[in-house]
Nanobody
Framework: QVQLVESGGGLVQPGGSLRLSCAASGNIFSVNAMGWYRQAPGKERELVATITRPGSTNYADSVKGRFTISRDNAKNTVYLQMNSLKPEDTAVYYC???????????????WGQGTQVTVSS
């Protein structure tokens, strides 16, 4: 009923930048909080950043000052601008959203398929 499609991952050198996008589509009444999580090989998935519908943000300490989360409510899209990337930022990045489905008006939690970010020289 609802799909989250991510884009923007890739290979970048240390100190470089990438911008991730995640668009929600389908049988949507409204999209509440959205966020980005990441999972590195051999590690558990961890929170990177979240943003509420009005725009309040929360960041992991490891990315504060380097990453910026934003959203376009009209497009049901969330972005993650990643600057000053480090090798330890290498991971699969997943989009997450709380979506109220139009047919039931019940909120469900959805995940994207993930996009690989590799920071290496």
């Amino acid at each position: 009923q609802v799909q989250l499609v991510e884009s923007g991952g890739g290979l970048v050198q240390p100190g470089g930048s990438l911008r991730l996008s995640c668009a929600a589509s389908g049988n949507i009444f409204s999209v509440n909080a959205m966020g980005w999580y990441r999972q590195a090989p051999g590690k558990e998935r961890e929170l990177v950043a979240t943003i509420t519908r009005p725009g309040s943000t929360n960041y992991a300490d490891s990315v504060k000052g380097r990453f910026t989360i934003s959203r376009d409510n009209a497009k049901n899209t969330v972005y993650l601008q990643m600057n000053s990337l480090k090798p330890e930022d290498t991971a699969v990045y997943y989009c997450n959203a709380g979506v109220v489905v139009r047919t039931t008006y019940i909120m469900h939690n959805y995940w994207g398929q993930g996009t690989q970010v590799t920071v290496s020289s």
